[in-house]
DNA sequence: CGGCTTATGTACGTTGCTGCACGGACGGCG
DNA sequence: CGCCGTCCGTGCAGCAACGTACATAAGCCG
């Protein structure tokens, strides 16, 4: 993982750095993006964020890098901007489960507010891009100075949960298609751009299905014309209409995170 | 102390919800209870203890009671002792999955911590038995005033979560069997008891499955002479044949929850 | 006892996904 | 250019769970 702080403050430029070098191989990614913000930082009262912006060093997060393991120590916490990260839960060592996709709405590193500073999940990052992290130290320090933070990161431990159970009742009952479409939606919102890196290989340890069965749901969405891939690329051509075809979880979750911090 | 039934307060809108009789009051169940104490708060401080159990209401929770419904204010917190609680997700009006069971080694009730007062899931009492509650706001207040109170609760929210993403994982892989026979090891350990009431027709409500499902899966482990049931009441015979039929997700939510706050 | 309600058992065709296997196609690279 | 690794597509048998429908059995109440 290649980490580089861009030294100077962020200062109230909040997370609106600059666009990243060629993340991944196609660069047409990067130039659709516009910079972003985390929003759970971004919301916070101008002396609040300034002083956590202060202290958060700006990183470039590499497609499929690990930034932690189930039961390891908890070194950094990431607020990501216009990268996005999943968290897995692994099952015998051979299937896997994404159980939450972080992207510029949330922070990795939660169990640190809880008071535990081992994860239980495998963190993975999805999406190459910039995040802002701090070490788990400093990250508690600024849990103590600002209330405001507290409270924003609080509500978003609420949000987690509410979104997390909506998942588990998605991935029991709802059929691959819809919860594919789902799954490109919540990447689309994260990604900021209209093209995203994604192989049916990676989806399908994602969605804890096989390979195949991607490949099968992801011809359907294309004849449909709701989006076009080859080869890992993946283009979102209609969004209207992928929702359609998704279940009402996506939009369940999304309503459920504005109603605690919109 | 008085026992305050919950019939009369917020009982009365929704007891409708109750079956016809009354099995529950089947004297098994209740003979073979031994006293039980809340680990949440038995694990308390002598001090901070004695100052919440003073603000704890204990109340009597009938089967089938319904606590809160999703997107409704929530009036109190609950500390199970004896009983035992389900949060459950319904789906389309139709089918529902529990996702959290809820005993004497924690509380419903989390998203106040979390500066939210309304709860994203359905709450049900699943086995009847005596609790502890408080009102939100008592709730609130005792949570200023006690540090390990905080720190016990925050520990238990990180549980919530990775045993969250542990059951994601768990419905989304494993068999019925193995699913019914975990199910039937929590609700063990949360009962205090060899022997409880429960229909194939909840459970299967619960695992988000058939009646029928349950039926069968039910059948292979009576075969088995694992547990044995006759109309809703079901005696759990081996705990060790169960533990060798439920997939590893039981052991590691458990371990998880020693390793937090054992 | 007889009638009713609730709980459990059985049966059958259907479906969505699995496991496995292999064929083809695109793109990077020497 | 041609090789080769990665990624995508197809085919097929198998299976667990689904939806539906109906049949028995156990307790409750009059």
Not at 132 to 156: C, G, I, K, P, W
Not at 199 to 222: C, K, P, Y
Not at 241 to 246: F, N
Request: proline share 5%; hydrophobic share 45%; with cysteine.
């Amino acid at each position: 993982m290649t980490v580089h702080s861009l030294t100077g403050t962020a200062g109230d430029a909040i997370a609106s750095h600059r666009v990243a070098r060629a993340p991944w191989k196609n660069p047409v990614c990067v130039l659709k993006r516009e910079p972003v913000a985390n929003l759970l930082l971004s919301g916070l009262p101008r002396k609040d964020r300034q002083h956590v912006l202060a202290r958060c060093e700006p990183v470039e997060l590499k497609f499929a890098d690990v930034l932690c393991e189930p039961a390891r120590r908890i070194s950094h916490v990431y607020f990501p901007t216009a990268s996005f990260i999943s968290l897995v839960i692994p099952v015998n060592n051979l299937a896997s489960l994404e159980v939450e996709l972080v992207g510029n709405e949330g922070m990795v590193g939660v169990p640190l507010m809880l008071g535990v500073n081992v994860s239980p999940l495998r963190v993975v990052v999805q999406g190459p891009g910039p995040a802002l992290r701090m070490t788990a130290a400093t990250f508690l320090a600024e849990l103590e100075q600002s209330v405001a933070l507290r409270h924003n990161l609080q509500r978003y431990i609420y949000v987690l949960l509410a979104q997390l159970a909506q998942t588990a009742a998605c991935n029991r009952f709802h059929a691959l298609d819809s919860r594919l479409a789902r799954w490109l939606l919540m990447t689309h919102d994260r990604a900021h751009a209209n093209e995203f890196f994604l192989t049916h290989e990676v989806l399908a340890r994602m969605l804890g299905v096989r390979r195949v069965g991607v490949t099968n749901a992801a011809g359907l969405l294309q004849e449909r014309k709701l989006v076009r891939y080859s080869r890992g690329h993946i283009t979102i051509l209609d969004r209207a209409g992928l929702e359609a075809v998704s279940c009402e979880c996506y939009k369940t979750v999304k309503d459920t995170y504005r109603a605690a911090l919109g």
